[in-house]
């Protein structure tokens, strides 16, 4: 399966939307949010042959409080995608990613590092740009074009999110929760923003690989049993230092 990586915009597709069409009450209101869904699909299914996709929009039913606790298992479900599809809505280019929004929000953060090949599609649904490796020449080092689905085999590509999120090569081209400090992990969140209060904390569960209880309304809270759990788990001190 397919799973898409996005920043929520206004009218996305919710799951009663869908299960609405597919009980043939009503169709999935049109809009900018279900033109997206459809072009996910539609990468997921013609240059990956994903037999299925998952977005957060539609496929957890937020209505009900049971299936909120699914986000407790949603790093688990980016890092066994066969592939995350990143819509970024602000860029065409590597140029623009000091100014994209999806680099700066909280959910973003597991939906980066947890995809075992990931892909970059810009505001037009066109590939950030296409897969370059380096090459030695005998002129120095020049870029190789070649086709390949995977940013997380560029060079060129890791070099350019890393420069623009502070995370290291090595990170963003295989992350493992216990292979990096706390204070870390906690530095890269901190130049992120959520939504709602909660997720500040919700968000980064996975990347800690903790778990513990959904309780959307808790506000703060939500932090503070966020290090609790990290410490229950870990022996590193830097959590200390954050």
């Known amino acids: 399966y397919a799973i898409f990586s996005h920043r929520w915009g206004a009218r996305e597709p919710r799951f009663r939307d869908m299960s609405n069409e597919i009980h043939g009450e009503k169709p999935v209101p049109a809009g900018l949010g279900y033109e997206k869904l459809l072009k996910f699909c539609e990468k997921a299914r013609d240059d990956y042959s994903c037999a299925y996709a998952w977005s957060d929009t539609c496929c957890?039913?937020?209505?009900?409080?049971?299936e909120l606790e699914a986000i407790r298992s949603m790093y688990r479900w980016y890092r066994d995608?066969?592939?995350?599809?990143?819509?970024?809505?602000a860029s065409s280019s590597v140029e623009d990613f000091p100014r994209e929004p999806w680099?700066?929000?909280g959910w973003t953060l597991q939906e980066l590092l947890a995809p075992r090949r990931l892909r970059f599609f810009g505001k037009d649904w066109i590939p950030i740009c296409p897969i370059m490796e380096e090459e030695p020449s005998r002129d120095g080092w020049e870029a190789e074009y070649f086709p390949h689905p995977d940013?997380?085999?560029?060079?060129?590509?890791l070099n350019a999110v890393s420069q623009v999120t502070d995370i290291?090569?090595?990170?963003?081209?295989?992350?493992?929760?216990e292979s990096v400090f706390v204070s870390e992990k906690?530095?890269?969140?901190?130049k992120r923003k959520t939504t709602r209060v909660e997720d500040v904390?919700?968000?980064?569960?996975g990347i800690f690989d903790v778990s513990m209880p959904i309780?959307?309304?808790?506000?703060?809270?939500?932090?503070?049993?966020?290090?609790e759990a990290i410490a229950q788990r870990s022996t590193d001190l830097s959590l200390l230092a954050w």
């Open 60 to 66: 957890i039913n937020k209505e009900s409080s049971s």
């Open 81 to 89: 995608a066969y592939v995350c599809i990143a819509h970024l809505v």
């Open 103 to 105: 680099f700066t929000r």
């Open 151 to 157: 940013d997380k085999s560029s060079h060129f590509m």
């Open 168 to 177: 290291d090569v090595e990170h963003l081209q295989s992350f493992k929760p």
């Open 186 to 190: 906690m530095r890269w969140a901190s």
């Open 201 to 205: 904390a919700y968000s980064l569960l």
């Open 215 to 227: 309780a959307y309304g808790e506000g703060g809270r939500a932090f503070y049993r966020l290090i």
